[in-house]
Protein backbone atom coordinates (compact mmCIF):
# COMPACT_ATOMS: atom_id res chain seq x y z
CA UNK A 1 0.00 0.00 0.00
CA UNK A 2 1.28 3.69 -0.59
CA UNK A 3 0.58 6.21 2.00
CA UNK A 4 0.38 9.75 0.72
CA UNK A 5 0.56 13.04 2.87
CA UNK A 6 0.38 16.12 1.86
CA UNK A 7 1.41 19.45 3.34
CA UNK A 8 2.23 23.19 2.64
CA UNK A 9 -1.43 24.54 2.77
CA UNK A 10 -2.65 27.42 4.48
CA UNK A 11 -3.93 31.20 4.61
CA UNK A 12 -2.22 33.48 1.84
CA UNK A 13 -3.52 36.86 -0.37
CA UNK A 14 -4.37 36.94 -3.99
CA UNK A 15 -0.44 37.38 -6.03
CA UNK A 16 1.18 35.55 -2.91
CA UNK A 17 3.15 32.06 -3.68
CA UNK A 18 2.55 28.85 -1.85
CA UNK A 19 4.19 25.49 -2.45
CA UNK A 20 2.51 22.37 -1.55
CA UNK A 21 4.62 19.07 -1.01
CA UNK A 22 3.57 15.58 -1.02
CA UNK A 23 5.61 12.69 0.38
CA UNK A 24 4.73 8.77 -0.43
CA UNK A 25 5.37 6.01 1.88
CA UNK A 26 5.10 2.44 2.11
CA UNK A 27 6.02 1.54 -1.12
CA UNK A 28 8.54 2.97 -3.95
CA UNK A 29 6.32 5.69 -6.12
CA UNK A 30 9.05 6.38 -8.58
CA UNK A 31 7.66 4.68 -11.47
CA UNK A 32 4.03 6.13 -10.74
CA UNK A 33 2.18 9.36 -11.90
CA UNK A 34 1.62 11.83 -9.47
CA UNK A 35 -0.89 14.25 -9.38
CA UNK A 36 -2.51 17.16 -7.48
CA UNK A 37 -6.23 17.82 -7.71
CA UNK A 38 -8.50 20.47 -6.36
CA UNK A 39 -12.04 20.72 -4.45
CA UNK A 40 -13.15 23.83 -4.16
CA UNK A 41 -16.50 24.82 -1.78
CA UNK A 42 -19.68 22.62 -3.79
CA UNK A 43 -17.33 21.87 -6.77
CA UNK A 44 -15.96 18.32 -8.13
CA UNK A 45 -12.73 17.62 -7.81
CA UNK A 46 -10.74 18.80 -10.51
CA UNK A 47 -7.04 18.42 -12.13
CA UNK A 48 -4.20 20.69 -11.84
CA UNK A 49 -1.17 19.14 -12.76
CA UNK A 50 0.53 15.46 -12.97
CA UNK A 51 3.94 14.59 -13.43
CA UNK A 52 5.72 11.25 -14.46
CA UNK A 53 9.71 10.62 -13.46
CA UNK A 54 10.34 11.30 -17.05
CA UNK A 55 8.57 13.05 -19.79
CA UNK A 56 6.49 16.40 -19.74
CA UNK A 57 4.26 17.47 -16.95
CA UNK A 58 0.55 17.91 -17.59
CA UNK A 59 -1.22 21.23 -16.37
CA UNK A 60 -4.99 22.59 -16.56
CA UNK A 61 -5.54 25.26 -18.34
CA UNK A 62 -6.58 27.32 -15.49
CA UNK A 63 -2.77 26.71 -14.04
CA UNK A 64 -0.66 26.88 -16.68
CA UNK A 65 2.61 29.77 -16.31
CA UNK A 66 1.36 29.96 -12.72
CA UNK A 67 1.98 26.83 -11.47
CA UNK A 68 4.76 24.11 -11.41
CA UNK A 69 4.84 20.43 -10.13
CA UNK A 70 8.50 18.86 -9.38
CA UNK A 71 9.40 15.70 -8.42
CA UNK A 72 12.69 15.13 -6.49
CA UNK A 73 15.09 12.76 -7.27
CA UNK A 74 13.86 9.77 -6.12
CA UNK A 75 10.61 10.31 -7.07
CA UNK A 76 8.82 9.58 -4.32
CA UNK A 77 7.98 13.17 -2.70
CA UNK A 78 5.81 15.32 -5.57
CA UNK A 79 6.02 19.46 -5.11
CA UNK A 80 3.61 21.85 -6.27
CA UNK A 81 4.60 25.39 -6.42
CA UNK A 82 1.45 27.43 -6.82
CA UNK A 83 2.47 31.59 -7.91
CA UNK A 84 0.02 34.88 -8.98
CA UNK A 85 -2.58 32.83 -6.72
CA UNK A 86 -5.93 34.09 -7.16
CA UNK A 87 -9.07 33.30 -4.86
CA UNK A 88 -10.48 30.94 -7.76
CA UNK A 89 -7.66 28.45 -6.55
CA UNK A 90 -9.03 28.59 -3.28
CA UNK A 91 -10.02 24.71 -1.89
CA UNK A 92 -8.89 21.41 -0.56
CA UNK A 93 -5.23 20.52 -2.45
CA UNK A 94 -5.47 16.41 -2.69
CA UNK A 95 -2.34 14.33 -3.77
CA UNK A 96 -2.62 11.40 -6.07
CA UNK A 97 -1.14 8.53 -7.15
CA UNK A 98 -1.12 6.08 -10.10
CA UNK A 99 0.40 2.82 -11.05
CA UNK A 100 -2.20 2.07 -13.64
CA UNK A 101 -2.49 3.11 -17.23
CA UNK A 102 -5.13 5.61 -18.11
CA UNK A 103 -5.82 9.41 -18.43
CA UNK A 104 -3.78 11.62 -16.59
CA UNK A 105 -6.14 14.19 -16.04
CA UNK A 106 -8.81 11.45 -14.87
CA UNK A 107 -8.78 11.14 -11.54
CA UNK A 108 -10.38 7.91 -11.89
CA UNK A 109 -7.05 6.92 -13.16
CA UNK A 110 -5.59 7.64 -9.53
CA UNK A 111 -5.55 4.41 -7.03
CA UNK A 112 -3.92 6.30 -4.02
CA UNK A 113 -4.98 9.55 -2.64
CA UNK A 114 -3.83 11.91 0.47
CA UNK A 115 -5.76 13.54 2.80
CA UNK A 116 -5.60 16.51 0.94
CA UNK A 117 -4.35 20.17 2.46
CA UNK A 118 -6.39 23.53 2.61
CA UNK A 119 -5.77 26.27 1.07
CA UNK A 120 -7.36 29.97 1.00
CA UNK A 121 -6.67 32.66 -0.99
CA UNK A 122 -8.16 36.01 0.43
CA UNK A 123 -9.06 38.60 -2.04
Known amino acids: QVQLVESGGGLVQAGDSLRLSCEAS????????MAWFRQAPGKEREFIAARRSWGSPYYADSVKGRFLISRDYAGNTVYLQMNSLTPEDTGVFYC?????????????????WGQGTQVTVSS
Open 26 to 33: GRTVSDYV
Open 96 to 112: AASDRGGYVYDHTTYNY
